[in-house]
């Protein structure tokens, strides 16, 4: 019997549950340990204020970017923002849902981020759903070891620019709420995308 299944067991009969609806929760959460979660893009890049589109270099940069990217390695500072979009599948004859989701996302093995994505998921049965987890960061901060030029490259690396590859790694954990408790997923589901 896995964890989540045991925690659930030991949560419904500790809190004496009754109603349909708490009893609706737990199932959708259980169905959860069937769902699988597959990397799936990144994708609306923005790297100081400019979106940069699939496969755009440094060189796509008009001359007012190329002084706000000379400005900003100057000042070694790179925010960049983008999404990463996660394929949730639900095999189950009834829905999988979570009220919320921590992750954890690391860049070449560097982590970039660990907080909660508080938004509700709610997978239909038999169905599969996107769900995007917007990214903010430094890269200067996050790569302070590296060269510039391989930190910009980094940035439109995740845009599909050919250059080095990049290992983007993603953790997720997700909980749902019965009776106003946060129950978590037992472990970390991890993730992993090389991006060539």
């Given at each position: 019997?896995?964890?989540?299944?045991?925690?659930?067991?030991?949560?419904?009969?500790?809190?004496?549950?009754?109603?349909?609806?708490?009893l609706?929760?737990?199932?959708?959460?259980?169905?959860?340990?069937?769902?699988?979660?597959?990397?799936?893009?990144?994708?609306?890049?923005?790297?100081?204020?400019?979106?940069?589109?699939?496969?755009?270099?440094?060189?796509?940069?008009?001359?007012?970017?190329?002084?706000?990217?000379?400005?900003?390695?100057?000042?070694?500072?790179?925010?960049?923002?983008?999404?990463?979009?996660?394929?949730?599948?639900?095999?189950?004859?009834?829905?999988?849902?979570?009220?919320?989701?921590?992750?954890?996302?690391?860049?070449?093995?560097?982590?970039?981020?660990?907080?909660?994505?508080?938004n509700?998921?709610?997978?239909?049965?038999?169905?599969?759903?996107?769900?995007?987890?917007?990214?903010?960061?430094?890269?200067?901060?996050?790569?302070?070891?590296?060269?510039?030029?391989?930190?910009?490259?980094?940035?439109?690396?995740?845009?599909?620019?050919?250059?080095?590859?990049?290992?983007?790694?993603?953790?997720?954990?997700?909980?749902?709420?019965?009776?106003g408790?946060q129950?978590?997923?037992?472990?970390?589901?991890?993730?992993?995308?090389?991006?060539?």
């Amino acid at each position: 019997m896995s964890k989540l299944k045991k925690t659930l067991i030991i949560l419904f009969v500790t809190m004496g549950l009754a109603s349909c609806d708490v009893l609706n929760q737990v199932a959708q959460m259980a169905n959860l340990v069937n769902c699988t979660f597959d990397f799936n893009s990144v994708n609306q890049i923005q790297m100081l204020g400019v979106n940069l589109s699939k496969g755009m270099s440094k060189t796509d940069l008009n001359a007012t970017q190329l002084l706000s990217l000379a400005d900003a390695i100057m000042r070694k500072q790179l925010p960049v923002t983008f999404n990463v979009n996660v394929d949730v599948k639900n095999p189950n004859s009834i829905a999988a849902a979570m009220t919320k989701m921590d992750y954890i996302l690391t860049l070449n093995g560097k982590q970039v981020v660990s907080t909660t994505m508080n938004n509700g998921i709610n997978v239909p049965a038999k169905s599969s759903s996107v769900v995007s987890i917007p990214i903010t960061t430094d890269l200067f901060q996050l790569f302070s070891g590296e060269s510039a030029d391989a930190i910009v490259n980094l940035a439109f690396k995740l845009a599909g620019a050919s250059s080095n590859p990049v290992n983007v790694g993603l953790k997720v954990k997700p909980y749902i709420s019965i009776n106003g408790q946060q129950l978590a997923y037992p472990d970390f589901i991890s993730m992993n995308k090389v991006l060539n």
